[in-house]
């Protein structure tokens, strides 16, 4: 065989080995699990067998058999999620957590934004996070403010978007465990407090509660309400037995009225007419107190309006008549009179402006509380200097309580300061236009003799305006004004028979003084930017800068020290809420077992509290007073223990 045979035998054989080698499997492995059903295992090995490919046109039919295999993979879990899109922390990290399974088949040539899709789903589950934080921390918001249907219905919610989160369940449950804990201890501090009404009230609010509150809990505080019912009834007719008819009808009050219209009708009947007979055994023993708080509980027992008798009925007229005489005389005790005497001032302060105890007594007659009146201070002035008496011996002639004595001086400075300054302005003047005749010989020349035809924007003024400098001078300096003010106060009390306070006043140092600089001229009106022109046509004389006058500003500064003054006495107990001075008394006689000066007082406070209207006096004291006057005084101590003359 010659060497030209011997180069085509090899070259078939090698031609041979390349076709056979181009007919062989793709990935045998792939192919098989293909057909086996399992497709995300046979692109797994197709991936396989393509990272292993060399031959660009074998990767090219693997990535085919790729891109035909992927949809039963991607598909599936695209449509799982398009069909019930997320909407809660767990369903959408279960999405991601399925996207990502099959993120790795989204290739260039098989594009399903699987990538993005997840982006998407991330971005939206923290936005869900921070809804359930935010539903969180305001439920526990509401939860500090005892609104627990709110708050639960906020963490269900949150639940709603989280139901996996341990914290959130956590917080549920706490909600519902405070919540109960919460009405639990009301409704028994109300049983406790034998108030009916409010227990039961509660115990209604708690039903409706959402979730549903548990049978047992319900029942037991159900059981609580009725025996604090049932305890309030017996109460109430023991009180009727002992004839403390206002303390049971205080009780019965809190109970529901078709429970108790009984009880009702009878101590309607009976308690007016028994307190009748207290105002008549007051009335012998001379306390007028008692009698005033009898009347008091007898108008309110039966039904009727102290302002508008029912003059048909003659048990009511009764009641009514002594309940005005005995309002009257509580009412003339409760009046205090207080004066202002002169004020002091030294003799050699001749700048003070006479009369300051006479404008404060306006001040402080229109803030007086109800009972507190301002007497004539001259008649205190007269006893003082004509009578020779002194302030306490005045006082007690006078009838007057307390009297606001005090000192008075002042210290006013005025000064002003000036001086000349010299300034060039440019004063714009109108005149005489000096190249008129030369422009007008200039169009006589060039259009004629006939003005109409000159064109108008050639034709000169025959006045022009220019700018002259000139100097002229103005004024510059500073006024000023300032006081030095000081008010000394003394209350004298006429029971105590000395100063019981004293205060010093002044002026606030952001009032003492009054400056401003000023700068003006006699002869025009100066700008502030001089080189601005002045039109000479407009030329003014300007006003001068006015400071307040001496008198204004010492009023006003006077009246600053009076307010002060006028806050300082109704911040006094005896001045201002007068009610807790008659509590504090009440409290402290009732204690030293000093019954009849215990009913004086309070009977005082409480009348005060009306007369003066609940929104002028504090509420907790005018409750006491209420508790004091006409019941533990009235109805408990006459039965513990005698009255102490």
């Known amino acids: 065989m010659n060497v030209r045979k011997v180069f085509i035998a090899i070259g078939l054989i090698g031609l041979g080995v390349a076709l056979g080698g181009c007919q062989s499997s793709l990935c045998p492995q792939g192919e098989e699990l293909a057909k086996a059903g399992q497709p995300r295992q046979a692109v797994d090995a197709y991936l396989e067998c393509r990272s292993a490919e060399k031959n660009a046109k074998r990767i090219a039919q693997i990535n085919e058999q790729i891109k035909t295999l992927t949809p039963q993979i991607v598909e599936p879990v695209l449509a799982k999620w398009n069909n019930q899109p997320p909407d809660s922390v767990r369903e959408y990290e279960q999405a991601i957590a399925d996207l990502e399974s099959v993120r790795r088949y989204d290739e260039p040539d098989t594009p399903w934004d699987i990538a993005q899709r997840v982006t998407k789903y991330q971005d939206e589950l923290q936005k869900t996070q921070r809804q359930v934080q935010t539903w969180r921390d305001q439920a526990m918001d509401l939860k500090a403010r005892h609104l627990w249907s709110e708050a639960v219905a906020l963490l269900n919610k949150a639940l709603a978007l989280d139901p996996d989160s341990l914290g959130v369940q956590e917080q549920f449950r706490a909600a519902l465990r405070d919540r109960n804990e919460e009405y639990g201890s009301r409704i028994a501090v109300f049983c406790q407090a034998d108030q009916w009404k409010e227990a039961n009230e509660a115990l209604a609010r708690f039903v409706k509660e959402m979730p549903k509150p548990q049978d047992d809990l319900i029942q037991e505080l159900t059981r609580n309400v009725d025996q604090t019912k049932t305890r309030v009834t017996e109460r109430v007719k023991s009180d009727m037995t002992q004839k403390a ?61 102290p302002d508008k008798p029912d003059r048909n009925d003659p048990d009511h007229r009764a009641i009514f008549d002594q309940y005005r005489d005995y309002d009257r005389r509580v009412d003339d005790a409760i009046r205090v009179e207080i004066c202002l005497a002169a004020f002091e001032s030294p003799a050699t302060d001749t700048t003070s402006v006479p009369g300051f105890a006479d404008r404060l007594a306006t001040d402080l007659r229109q803030k007086l509380p109800y009972g507190l009146f301002l007497d004539d201070r001259r008649r205190v002035d007269y006893a003082q200097a004509e009578l020779k008496l002194g302030m306490h011996d005045a006082l007690q002639l006078m009838r007057v309580s307390w009297v606001i004595q005090g000192s008075i001086s002042m210290h006013y400075v005025a000064s002003r300061q000036e001086r000349d300054r010299p300034v060039v302005v440019p004063i714009r003047r109108k005149v005489n236009n000096p190249s008129y005749n030369a422009a007008m010989d200039t169009l006589l020349d060039r259009y004629g003799k006939n003005e109409a035809k000159w064109p108008k924007d050639l034709i000169p003024s025959k006045i022009v305006e220019e700018e002259l400098p000139q100097t002229i001078s103005y004024k510059v300096g500073t006024e000023r004004m300032e006081v030095q003010y000081e008010v000394v106060v003394n209350v004298y009390s006429d029971t105590e028979g000395v100063i019981t306070a004293s205060k010093n006043f002044g002026v606030p140092e952001e009032l003492r003084t009054v400056s401003q600089n000023f700068c003006y001229s006699d002869d025009i009106k100066i700008l502030m930017d001089t080189s601005t022109p002045i039109d000479a046509d407009k030329i003014e004389k300007p006003e001068r800068p006015q400071m307040p006058s001496e008198l204004r500003f010492k009023e006003e500064r006077e009246k600053a020290v009076r307010d002060q003054v006028v806050s300082w006495l109704l911040e006094r107990d005896r001045f201002g809420h007068r009610e807790k001075q008659f509590l504090t008394d009440a409290e402290k006689y009732r204690q030293d077992l000093q019954d009849r000066q215990a009913v004086e007082a309070a009977a005082k406070g409480y009348l005060y509290c009306l007369k003066a209207g609940a929104a002028n006096v504090d509420a907790a004291a005018f409750a006491r007073l209420e508790q004091l006057a006409l019941i533990e005084l009235t109805e408990e101590s006459t039965t513990a223990r005698p009255v102490a003359p």
């Open 245 to 305: 008819y206002y303390r049971a009808y205080t009780r019965l009050l809190t109970l529901a009225p078709e429970s108790s219209d009984g009880l009702l009708r009878m101590i309607r009947r009976e308690g007016p007419q028994y307190y009748l007979e207290q105002i008549e055994k007051s009335k012998s023993e001379g306390d007028n107190y008692g009698a005033y708080l009898a009347a008091t509980k007898a108008v309110k027992l039966a039904g009727l309006d």
